[in-house]
């Protein structure tokens, strides 16, 4: 487990050579770019192509969005071709991925008619909308029968025909009370009436006013046909656009590299743009560029010889990174232990100049789903699920990794489910190593002794951090702070654990002392004066140097924020009694589901049903809460417990050159 070594590489080389030695150093990925620092007699060219490569990532960007949402709503016709399988990213050969400009017109024309369908699809749904919009409107005159262009003005009549809500009819019948020649007539009868009132030219302006009152709303139609006639028309019309779009999507559905081949053009603009600016931030002379980066040690040669394939007209130079620069993390672990990158990485990439904390994240992080899970069959579940998932998923990403790790929690779930003896949360074997939280026949249980041996843990967990601390130091060349900020401390908890163990033994579990081994408790308590005079003797000296780095007033203040420091750090170790509390809670649940499964099994044949039901929904609900819990509380006790005693973070993931594709994976 380590961070890399980082070597910075200056190039230079002749300006009609840039996008050659570019490719060139995407291919070896492990090259990451930086803006050089100015120089005498060199400037920078801003690329005026930029823009428009810019503007075509977005369009084929957008293309790529919208054959994935077509293909995604008409799986039924994507499986028809192989388009449905390149939803999610896929594998290409860095030498396919670099021919893409030999393609490039044929690609574009791809994309070029996806952006027609794309229109006509958005034409005919405004059609839809339309279509349909023109249909709610008729339907309060469906009952009417006579067509609309027959409701006109006479020489001597004016004819009002629309539409008014039911409970303004009164108002329109009062009409024809108040003024005889006035015809009133309800010709539909729904939710809005539709009305015909017809009155005489000399009574219009009145009529009209009393119309406006009751909130009577003109008919705006006037089709040679009835209601329900143009109601049947538009549901014609609305099906042949109903046909026209399915028609689309199937032309759309029917091409199965189409997404695949708008993927590719898409990310190799990307490509284009990211190596356009990168461009931007080189220096330039005349006739020639300067660029700088950072490579992995140990890869100088591959680049060198990488851009010598090239071209020979180049210089290239490697230097060791000096105290002011600010170098990418890489990190390299073994294959089980990077699985534990995911979770340093949520809460921050680590620091260049630190200590790579991840073997410890993996180990204290899996204890303690262990000691969460604490279940054989849990496990078996946990590494099934997890395996599987993880396997489906063919790219090493956060995803496929937070499987793994689930699946390595189920492996220390099986190890601590051996030792409580707990098996779907009962006894599978006539021991148990270790006792359980859970009260046995007698009514006796191992709480204290599990508490206790969680605080434990966390004793070791923070003693840890602080053991981290020191290495840090170390490596920034702080001897002082390594040992007066880590080791000193790492002491001080030896020094406790000797001093107290017998003592909080004896209060919590005075029966587990009784019948501890003699040598173990003669050796405590022999301990316990030197433990005594250890923690109290690194406890002055963390807080007599505490302020070291200070001055006046300073260095007593920090003195007594180290003793005070004292509480905090009982506290952090209080907290992962939260081991203990989710331990015993998913065994109590897990017994609980069994004993109300067997209990319903034993009323009988239908219990036989319903009872393992009942076991199994409660286990698979357990399961799903305790992996939930295990992981939010375990993620919790590093980042908050374990890595504010070391941990700087805030690194940079390096992050070569051609790292910003989004939907092909490169594989030489």
Request: hydrophobic letters at 45%.
């Amino acid at each position: 487990m380590a961070i890399v070594s980082m070597t910075k590489m200056k190039l230079m080389a002749m300006s009609y050579h840039k996008e050659k030695i570019l490719n060139a150093l995407h291919k070896t990925g492990c090259v990451e770019l930086f803006e050089p620092e100015a120089a005498e007699h060199t400037f920078c060219v801003q690329d005026k192509t930029l823009a428009e490569l810019e503007s075509r990532l977005a369009e084929y960007t957008h293309a790529v969005d919208f054959v994935s949402d077509v293909l995604e709503k008409n799986k039924d016709l994507a499986r028809g071709g192989e388009g449905g399988k390149y939803l999610s990213n896929f594998f290409l050969s860095y030498d396919e991925f670099m021919s893409t400009p030999d393609r490039e017109p044929d690609l574009v024309l791809k994309a070029e008619k996806v952006a027609e369908y794309e229109s006509k699809l958005t034409d005919l749904r405004a059609e839809s909308i339309k279509l349909h919009n023109l249909k709610v409107q008729l339907l309060p005159y469906s009952g009417v029968k006579r067509k609309f262009s027959e409701f006109k003005d006479t020489k001597t009549c004016s004819v009002f025909f629309g539409t008014v809500k039911k409970e303004q009819l009164p108002q329109i019948y009062s009409l024809k009370k108040e003024n005889e020649p006035i015809e009133v007539s309800v010709l539909a009868d729904a939710q809005s009436v539709a009305v015909l009132v017809v009155c005489l030219k000399s009574e219009k302006d009145r009529v009209q006013k009393r119309l406006s009152e009751a909130a009577f709303v003109s008919c705006p139609f006037s089709y040679d046909m009835s209601a329900r006639e143009k109601i049947e028309e538009i549901v014609g019309q609305a099906k042949e656009v109903k046909k026209e779009e399915e028609r689309i999507n199937a032309a759309i559905c029917g091409q199965p590299e189409l997404l695949k081949d708008l993927k590719i053009l898409a990310d190799y603009y990307s490509f284009a743009v990211e190596k356009t600016r990168d461009a931007e931030k080189f220096r330039h002379t005349g006739t020639t560029f300067i660029l700088e980066g950072y490579v992995p040690e140990g890869e100088e040669e591959r680049v060198k010889s990488a851009v010598s394939m090239v071209t020979d007209a180049v210089f290239t130079e490697f230097s060791k990174p000096e105290e002011n620069d600010t170098p990418p993390t890489l990190t390299k672990n073994g294959k089980v232990i990077t699985q534990a990158e995911f979770i340093t990485d949520l809460y921050s990439a680590p620091n260049y100049r630190e200590v790579d904390p991840n073997g410890a994240v993996f180990f204290f992080f899996m204890i303690f789903m262990g000691v969460i899970m604490a279940d054989i069959g849990y496990g078996i579940i946990m590494i099934i699920a997890g395996l599987t998932l993880a396997f489906r998923i063919k790219v090493d990403n956060g995803a496929r990794r937070l499987w793994f790790i689930i699946a390595f929690g189920g492996v220390f779930s099986i190890i601590f489910g051996v030792l409580f003896n707990s098996f779907f949360g009962a006894a599978l074997l006539p021991f148990s190593i270790l006792p359980s939280p859970v009260p046995d026949g007698n009514g006796t249980t191992g709480l204290m002794t599990i508490l206790l041996g969680c605080l434990a843990l966390g004793v070791l967990h923070i003693a840890t951090g602080y053991f981290f601390k020191a290495l840090n130091c170390f490596k920034q060349k702080d001897v002082a702070g390594g040992i007066f900020e880590g080791l000193i401390w790492v002491l001080f908890f030896i020094g406790f654990v000797l001093a107290a163990f017998n003592f909080l033994v004896g209060y919590l579990m005075p029966e587990a002392l009784e019948n501890m081994n003699a040598g173990v408790r003669n050796f405590f308590d022999a301990a316990a004066l030197p433990g005594l005079i250890i923690a109290g003797v690194t406890l002055l000296i963390a807080a007599l140097t505490a302020g070291r780095k200070e001055k006046g007033f300073g260095k007593v203040s920090k003195g007594f924020g180290a003793i005070y420091g004292i509480i905090s750090l009982m506290s952090d170790i209080l907290s992962y009694a939260r081991l203990f509390g989710l331990m015993l809670s998913g065994m109590i649940i897990a017994a609980t589901f069994n004993d109300l499964g067997l209990s319903i099994m034993s009323g009988g044949s239908l219990g036989y049903i319903f009872g393992p039901l009942v076991i199994g929904v409660g286990h698979i609900f357990n399961i799903a809460m305790g992996v939930l819990g295990a992981y939010i509380h375990d993620s919790r006790l590093q980042y908050i417990e374990f890595f504010s005693k070391f941990y700087t973070g805030e690194g940079e993931k390096f992050t070569p050159l051609g790292s910003d594709i989004r939907y092909i994976y490169l594989t030489k």
